[in-house]
């Protein structure tokens, strides 16, 4: 249970990675908005596995379909429901895993918690899941986008030890992101990671990453002091991603070494509105939108699913050796870019929804 | 909208900074448990202000009274109204503010947001807010410990750059954290922590921190996937904390230099059950509890209230300098030990009840 | 569990019958809007027991206190605190029913439930549980008479067999409906209820009786398709108030007996928009309010604590003789009419917000 | 927005009724329980158009497909997805009504709360988008019985002014029910039914009608007060079906001519249980299930869509008179019955997982 997400622009996803299709229900869209197949397929395509080398090979087309909410290429303000049909099951890969359980991955805690699994890994817990998530995510991107020209980049940040060189977030479009294949938008980084990337990969290896995101174009008055601040709901949204370990927004964990007086951010007019000189703050005070550009970092482990042997315990506790033989990726962060933006999207309409009509 | 947190266990508060009152109600606490104001009295001790130099001068006892939901020591199964009366309350002391928004602050934001503010400042984004969350969570915590023999302790691990050295969580407790003023249990680390804290004060400066928590006790299967994952629903609640700007789980964001043979957690038969040999997940694995300690690490920035002169602009945009004169406390951290616990118990005693049957 | 109503304008209540108070937290009231105690208190007048000798004699003065959320008598946008004292506790009155359940109260269902039992009866089953939804929705109401021109107006239309005479319910004022005891606004049917509650009364027995309500000055365009229909959220309303056991809308049960050529409300323009000639509806179409009055009817039942000795089982199951003695109303309509405003006001500024911006 | 019922087992539905199919997700469903597309489909059966000369012509097969969340004929406690395909649309059907709201129908109320609609008519507010709910709550049905031995019974218990005679409704199944067309278990009390319901259709018109429903084996402690006490969310699930117009529980309406003394149910031990010896509570006290049967009836209104030519206005406030061509039913009760079981199931499995492990 907990498949829902968001109080006013509300997303409800199922399926799992194996089964006969993944998709979402979307609860809550304004009516009348323009709305087409592509609008959603642009960023599923920019998730989808084989894209490149430095993907899993599983290769998904993940076509989607709108079964209900639209007609005539506008939003009716009724459920819209997402089909995206599973193409390249293959269940016979992950025979030996029944009755061992891979390290680190959920295979143990979801026998624990149902008693029961999925033949196939995880269920739930798998990348797949995220499809629904993107495509709902891709409406709301396209209302902020339309309503109030809010923009949403995410971009790879550090892979393994590799960091970026400094970006300009204030700029910074989504062709650039899209730019190389790992998705970081400085070339020279971009080179250093994929190389990275490579060796692990041919090392049957994993590596984790940071993605950054910078959502420019709030309003101020966004975020809902007390229990539903702005970062408190962006954390929740990132941390319940795949593979992800940490969330910071702002100056972040770097911040908690400076002094108040280094720290603060000090208002000035701009226009006509008020602005702050820096933005330590990451575009939230207490929680609400200041009208700054709202930028976070999400930190992703490497994945659990290794072709390397591992020495581990099957369901009994024997010591046994695992060699994993599904298909995974070398490295998610270059996948999690538009996973992030998409989810983003959800938090920041349901937010804006709260706070403005329509 | 969003003074309530929680599904089954369910919190909701009430209460400015400087009014008649704050508060709780606590719905769904199951009914027969032993419960005094006493239980819930100690973490409020713990959380209050004045305790030493270290902390606001302000002075409140913060006496909490229970007004329904339990009768003759036991609880009923009726929601818990829980009172903590406003004694301190200095109005007088913010007039300047009324024109200018503190830099980093949420004056600035609700006014924005609401069109009107409390005349004392941030109204609901004070620390005081969080009195009835430590009330409601003390309550959860018992719970945790009498039913599930659950422990949560937490304890300050940085102050600015002053990093506490090596503790070993898997035996800490919490009259070591208590040892000293700065709540860190090593006592050479509290020594230069406490020693920062006050060159800061002295400097009418404020300075960050960090904050780890450990829960020990957890049975696997707690947390539900996929949006309500476990280190979804604390980074939530943590990121829902005032002055938070960063939340991380296990392995956190230095997981991501890692390659998946060095992260992953091997399992191995520890007595009766399955356990892992290292804890790099942190104790989750795809949002559910495996049965190892769920530990993390919470981001304070420095307090934005400070004594010292400040250049920022005034609401019409009016570059002034402000002169801070509220009561303030240098570092947060050793105040927030308390408040990460308890909140920590909110977010484990929702999903113990989402999972199990108390 | 369960102590929580509405959406986006949220109502949670606290408090026994006989502890140390009752009362409510409203989450989601707008900010900037005019609020004094007064016009809280107006509604728990009306409400209040010890009004007439057609009441239980039970006298409390009932209160309220606002404990936050409200600053220089504006709303503050942050959660409002609601706190009435209970004075007039009698537990004593209550001893010889913890060895028997009252027959048709909750005394038995409560005990099965919770292992456990106030005192003092059943808990948050007594009608004082009613005071927090009063309180609450006593600003409810002031909103949407203050924004939008609503008016709601409840009556007694029927003691035991004493059915009113015709009333006009389209120009139905408070003040004719507290022309007299029994809140009925027809002189002649309200002497005839009269008589019988004091008959009733006076044989230490209880009578049933029907509230219906009008509320006038709806847009259209309230209400949610599909689940959380206007008249879907009313009935849960209606329903969760003590004692009910029944609620219709517009037609209701007597519509059933009509044919569609009979029963449909043909559109007709009013002055600038579209009304219907006869409101056969009930003021909703599909879940949604047309602009024509809402109207419905609730059923209440005869009090089930009797004055009476009656046959019944202990919780043992021995058949045993109980004579009650708590205080108790011959007959809760007219003091469940203010109980029926508030919360039908209560739904319907939650689903005014979720349409449209205050 | 709200096309979601229920807590812990909650479904959300979506589909128009002339786009490209409807359906649900059923999130909270327990793992592990045997679960097969038959057993959904034969209460899709029993609700689908074109069953007999009694109901609308419009022939869908209403075949169900499980998307998700089933494997090896096993829930694995993820979501279950439910499909069925729109196969018989015909848009055309509905051209003059883009102009005309059709009396008593929800055209003129989704065009004004989202300024669109869609073509084909009401969109949500069809009875096509009950398919829904009947498919998710014919998997709370099976839960409830081989979990509880909890057994849900309907039945048409009036068609216009003709009343069926006295019905044991302690013994009832739904092969008695379905032993006619008009499922009214009583054969004499259905064939004046049936007559009536044939010269409504025969003059073009429609009639309104009353189901009741039974629910037998419901241990004592199900349902929550305050606001979630069983009666209210069992009013609110049958007031957000299509056409209801009343709800009432146990004595319900008649009940209010009671005084407390008739009333009131008396305990008495039942074997090894105490029990009530009459049932005019309905099988609730104080919002909780007492153990006796639940018994409730719903109120439908006579159809709004008519064969018959109708005296209204058009959008625009012009006198019109509207010739009704769509297919529709004479009278919705035959096929409510379905409709009426698994939304009560909905209600109660909600409710069990509420207060029991599964």
Same mark, same amino acid.
């Given at each position: 249970m907990s498949n829902s997400f968001g109080t006013l622009f509300r997303v409800s996803t199922f399926g799992e990675s194996h089964g006969r299709g993944v998709g979402a229900i979307v609860d809550g869209c304004p009516a009348g908005i323009d709305l087409k197949e592509e609008d959603i397929q642009k960023q599923l395509d920019r998730r989808r596995p084989g894209q490149s080398d430095l993907t899993t090979p599983r290769d998904e087309a993940d076509l989607v379909t709108i079964l209900s909410g639209v007609e005539s290429g506008k939003t009716l303000g009724t459920p819209i429901g997402l089909l995206v049909n599973n193409k390249d099951q293959r269940p016979g890969d992950y025979g030996e895993m029944s009755q061992i359980p891979r390290p680190s991955h959920a295979d143990f805690t979801y026998q624990v918690k149902y008693g029961v699994r999925a033949r196939s890994g995880g269920g739930r817990s798998s990348a797949r899941e995220t499809i629904g998530r993107v495509a709902a995510g891709a409406i709301a991107e396209k209302i902020l986008r339309d309503r109030w020209g809010v923009e949403i980049v995410a971009w790879v940040s550090s892979v393994g030890s590799e960091e970026a060189n400094s970006?300009?977030? #204030?700029?910074?479009m989504r062709n650039h992101v899209d730019g190389n294949l790992v998705r970081c938008p400085d070339p020279d980084s971009a080179e250093r990671m994929m190389r990275l990337i490579r060796e692990v990969r041919d090392a049957k290896d994993s590596i984790g990453g940071v993605v950054s995101c910078v959502c420019r174009g709030l309003p101020p008055g966004w975020g809902e002091p007390v229990f539903d601040k702005l970062e408190a709901i962006l954390a929740h949204a990132m941390l319940s991603l795949p593979a992800t370990k940490g969330f910071e927004i702002?100056? #972040?964990?770097? #911040?908690?070494?400076?002094r108040g007086s280094q720290h603060n951010d000090p208002f000035i007019q701009k226009g006509d509105h008020l602005g702050t000189v820096t933005n330590r703050s990451g575009g939230v005070l207490g929680g609400i939108s200041n009208g700054e550009p709202v930028y976070f970092r999400v930190a992703f482990k490497p994945v659990a699913t290794i072709g390397q042997d591992q020495q581990t315990a099957d369901f009994r506790g024997k010591s046994v050796t695992l060699a994993a033989t599904g298909r995974h990726d070398p490295c998610v962060v270059p996948r999690a870019v538009p996973i992030v933006e998409t989810m983003s999207a959800l938090v920041l309409l349901d937010l804006a929804l709260r706070q403005e009509r329509y």
């Open positions: 970006i300009d977030a #204030g700029q910074l702002g100056s #972040g964990f770097a #911040g908690t070494h400076m």
